[in-house]
């Protein structure tokens, strides 16, 4: 759990409403005992989702084909939706 709240700090998001989304999962998996990889993966994950604008736009500017561009916005509502399913829980 150490490993999930260091990086929430390092990669704390300008996004108030994200940084508060992320903390309660945090919290929520502080109540749960979990294993060494299902630490890792959910590092992994909220990794993945902080980051994922910053890294969408670099992927847009390197692309040219229009269709490739459309295929990219399916991506952040798909992991917005994970995220919001593990809160929910």
Do not use: W
């Not at 150490?2 to 300008?14: G, H």
């Not at 996004?15 to 989304?21: S, T």
């Not at 630490?39 to 390197?62: C, D, G, R, W």
């Amino acid at each position: 759990m150490v490993m999930l709240q260091r990086m929430f700090l390092k990669t704390k998001s300008k996004d108030y409403i994200l940084n508060q989304k992320i903390l309660i999962l945090v919290k929520k998996m502080l109540m749960v005992n979990l294993n060494g990889l299902e630490q890792t993966l959910m590092v992994a994950f909220l990794h993945i989702y902080i980051n994922l604008p910053q890294t969408l736009q670099k992927m847009e500017k390197s692309m040219v084909d229009k269709e490739e561009k459309q295929k990219m916005v399916v991506l952040p509502s798909l992991v917005k939706r994970m995220l919001n399913s593990c809160i929910s829980t």
